[in-house]
């Protein structure tokens, strides 16, 4: 099939390609074949497909059930949460699951990776959500994280469980060092996933230092035991939020070590801007990782909604748009090429983030996914909240 006039990913002047068997096959001036079904798209932007790098689907679509967070608090939403978890079932959490997947693809998301509790004795949401990455396969390939939720060390058998997860099915292994009793456990939790991660040739993707505490330091461990397992940019360390009040000279010292270990960052712009600060007065922190430096120094930061409709975050339909303009005000990414290519916070970025760049983006020869947004470019779509028109996978119409 080929498809005339798109404008790929901010292009200036508008390209065809073609997809066979399932593939991208040519991009440029092409002419159509003998019998060749042909779609005009007429200028439209086509990027590929989006990724939500971050997001906690067991949760997900449960705000004010059975009550609300008043506050909006962290504290007031594990409350919540602990009353929502009283009706947590097999039944339930697929619904749920599969309701947000399909908001996710309806607004052009083919790839979610999504942390799932694992601090859990039945390993219940686990079990779950490995039946429903196979079911769901054709409208959005998930990724799993085993997220020991309450600690690895701090969890009665924390180590048992996350190895269990791993054995399961897990596609990488999760940890939370900032929320260990000590540091003395912090270290040792990270230590363990990495090491776990290594053993069965698994993805790490670790909650880091998501607190507003300056002297939370789980990055630097997660950063040298990446660099000395080789682990490289398998590892990635999410919200990082603590980086955002560490002091400059011991920033300047650890950027070194972050390049050296070519490690992933997923910054949660929505989420960290809504339940970060919340212990300050005035001024308040924004608690966002450094986003602009991490760029600025050449390392990978993806951007991921967190929470969509749960009692830590009560809004969110599944469209990534929210997330990169958010994301855009609080990290001061508001220059015109800052714009036009924040697009890469949820699309290459991202897949970096979830290591499948080997099969993504538009490119001869990688699988024809795709989607077509209803704009000239993404600043336009951007600013107007374009609608996605359609969405490819693997050369198929998805939506
Ligand atoms: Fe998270």
Redesign the pocket.
């Known amino acids: 099939m080929l498809f005339k006039n798109a404008c790929i990913e901010n292009s200036t002047q508008l390209q065809d390609f073609r997809v066979e068997d399932g593939l991208f096959k040519e991009i440029g001036n092409l002419t159509q074949a003998e019998g060749e079904e042909v779609k005009d798209l007429e200028g439209k932007l086509v990027l590929p497909p989006f990724i939500e790098s971050?997001v906690?689907l067991d949760t997900c679509l449960t705000a004010g059930d059975p009550v609300w967070n008043m506050s909006g608090t962290l504290f007031e939403g594990i409350e919540c949460w602990s009353k929502r978890k009283e009706k947590l079932n097999e039944d339930d959490i697929r619904e749920r699951v599969k309701k947000a997947v399909q908001m996710y693809a309806a607004h052009g998301v083919q790839f979610i990776r999504t942390?799932v509790d694992v601090t859990d004795p039945s390993l219940m949401a686990m079990k779950t959500m490995v039946d429903l990455r196979e079911e769901l396969k054709d409208v959005a390939e998930i990724q799993i994280v085993a997220f020991p939720q309450e600690g690895i060390l701090s969890f009665p058998k924390g180590k048992e469980l996350l190895t269990e997860a791993v054995k399961m099915g897990a596609d990488a292994v999760g940890a939370i060092p900032h929320f260990e009793f000590t540091r003395e456990y912090s270290v040792e939790s990270v230590n363990f996933a990495m090491e776990l991660a290594y053993k069965y040739d698994k993805l790490v993707d670790v909650?880091c230092d998501e607190i507003d505490d300056e002297a939370s330091r789980g990055l630097e461990t997660v950063a040298t035991r990446a660099l000395e397992l080789g682990l490289f940019d398998k590892v990635t360390a999410?919200?990082t939020t603590a980086m955002h009040s560490y002091n400059n000279a011991y920033v300047l010292k650890l950027m070194r070590l972050l390049k050296m270990s070519r490690i992933n960052f997923v910054a949660?712009p929505l989420v960290n801007t809504h339940l970060q600060g919340r212990a300050d007065t005035y001024p308040k922190r924004r608690g966002v990782t450094r986003v602009k430096e991490l760029l600025e120094a050449g390392i990978n930061v993806s951007f991921g909604h967190?929470d969509i409709f749960d009692p830590w975050y009560p809004l969110g339909n599944g469209n990534l748009r929210d997330v990169v303009f958010m994301g855009l005000h609080v990290c001061q990414l508001m220059g015109y090429e800052d714009i036009m290519n924040s697009y890469r916070f949820i699309t290459h970025n991202a897949a970096k983030t979830l290591h499948i760049t080997d099969r993504y983006g538009i490119e001869p020869g990688k699988p024809a996914s795709f989607v077509v947004m209803d704009a000239t470019d993404y600043y336009d779509a951007l600013n107007r909240n374009a609608k996605c028109m359609a969405s490819y996978m693997k050369g198929g119409k998805r939506h």
């Open positions: 971050h906690h942390h909650h999410s919200h949660n967190d």
